[in-house]
T-cell receptor, first 113, second 115 residues
Framework: SQQGEEDPQALSIQEGENATMNCSYK?????LQWYRQNSGRGLVHLIL?????REKHSGRLRVTLDTSKKSSSLLITASRAADTASYFC?????????????FGQGTELSVKP | ETGVTQTPRHLVMGMTNKKSLKCEQH?????MYWYKQSAKKPLELMFV???????ENNSVPSRFSPECPNSSHLFLHLHTLQPEDSALYLC??????????????FGPGTRLTVL
């Protein structure tokens, strides 16, 4: 079964508003990562939060992790049109030494100018 | 620029053709990955190489054949593909495959169309 599932699948907001995306997962994790993908391009790593961390910031990004609920959220503050992209969460199984990251289906964010 | 390059960026091939995708990373990483991204589907891991050794084959059909001659280069050889193999093929690398610092750096992808 799929490990990471993002919610919502699509989100449309106005420039300047905040965007919140959620990710739920099923098994224990070593860390959880968020990636961004512009249309038809490769993924770009945004932020990694370890299983013993609860919150992490990077510029306009804020990530939270609740291991008791097996969920994470990505908040983008003061959004810009250039933030339009798909956002994916990915989880790493602590018992898998083979490097397998499991990605969710992603949230498509559209920021209108 | 993420330090991972892929060629070609676009590829159209017939079902009887043989072609290869190339990936190169300039980050000094030890692990490299192939992913397949189809429309409306999650990213699918295909292969993982760690220090040139294949550590994961995610039940990929034999018409996809990976090759990793060294830690900086990764190839995906394609032969007798099917139209359903049309997708964006992404290469990625990471410093290590396990542990707490396994964030992956992706190339721009090869958009493959099989006619």
């Amino acid at each position: 079964s799929q490990q990471g599932e993002e919610d919502p699948q699509a989100l449309s907001i106005q420039e300047g508003e905040n965007a919140t995306m959620n990710c739920s997962y099923k098994t224990s994790i070593n860390n959880l990562q968020w990636y961004r993908q512009n249309s038809g391009r490769g993924l770009v790593h945004l932020i990694l939060i370890r299983s013993n961390e609860r919150e992490k910031h990077s510029g306009r990004l804020r990530v939270t992790l609740d291991t008791s609920k097996k969920s994470s959220s990505l908040l983008i503050t003061a959004s810009r049109a250039a933030d339009t992209a798909s956002y994916f969460c990915a989880t790493a199984d602590p018992y898998n030494q083979g490097g397998k990251l499991i990605f969710g289906q992603g949230t498509e964010l559209s920021v209108k100018p | 620029e993420t330090g991972v390059t892929q060629t070609p960026r676009h590829l159209v091939m017939g079902m009887t053709n043989k072609k290869s995708l190339k990936c190169e990373q300039h980050l000094g990483h030890n692990a490299m990955y192939w992913y397949k991204q189809s429309a409306k589907k999650p990213l699918e891991l295909m292969f993982v190489y760690n220090f040139k050794e294949q550590t994961e084959n995610n039940s990929v059909p034999s018409r996809f054949s990976p090759e990793c001659p060294n830690s900086s280069h990764l190839f995906l050889h394609l032969h007798t593909l099917q139209p359903e193999d049309s997708a964006l093929y992404l290469c990625a690398s990471s410093q290590q495959t396990s542990g707490k610092n396994n964030e992956q750096f992706f190339g721009p992808g090869t958009r493959l169309t099989v006619l």
